[in-house]
Nanobody, 114 residues
Framework: QVQLVESGGGLVQPGGSLRLSCAAS????????MTWYRETPGKERELVAS????????NYAESVKGRFTISRVNAKNTVYLQMNSLKLEDTAVYYCKVPLLGVWGQGTQVTVSS
């Protein structure tokens, strides 16, 4: 059974940092491109970042370039999203997804507020 479990969300002040984790199981993690999305009420789910199976390549939404970093540790079946210089508009539920399988995690809430 394919499973993705996100963690690491929380409440942070503007300018702060958080690191999200997504633990994967039930598939060959090291062969799968992984992605992070986010969703806010009234908006479509937005692709934030993606990373190749080996971790050698990544892409980011323009809104987070230079602030967020996606990474992975294949030995731990885990993908991360390091979020720095957080802004109010980064407030959202963050999800990881395996595009190849179309499977989503349950999401983790990130709230940026003073």
């Amino acid at each position: 059974q394919v499973q993705l479990v996100e963690s690491g969300g929380g409440l942070v002040q503007p300018g702060g940092s958080l690191r999200l984790s997504c633990a994967a199981s039930g598939f060959t993690f090291s062969s799968a491109r992984m992605t992070w999305y986010r969703e806010t009420p009234g908006k479509e789910r937005e692709l934030v970042a993606s990373i190749t199976p080996t971790g050698g390549g990544s892409n980011y939404a323009e809104s987070v370039k230079g602030r967020f970093t996606i990474s992975r540790v294949n030995a731990k079946n885990t993908v991360y999203l390091q979020m720095n210089s957080l802004k109010l508009e980064d407030t959202a539920v963050y999800y990881c997804k395996v595009p190849l399988l179309g499977v989503w995690g349950q999401g983790t809430q990130v709230t940026v507020s003073s």
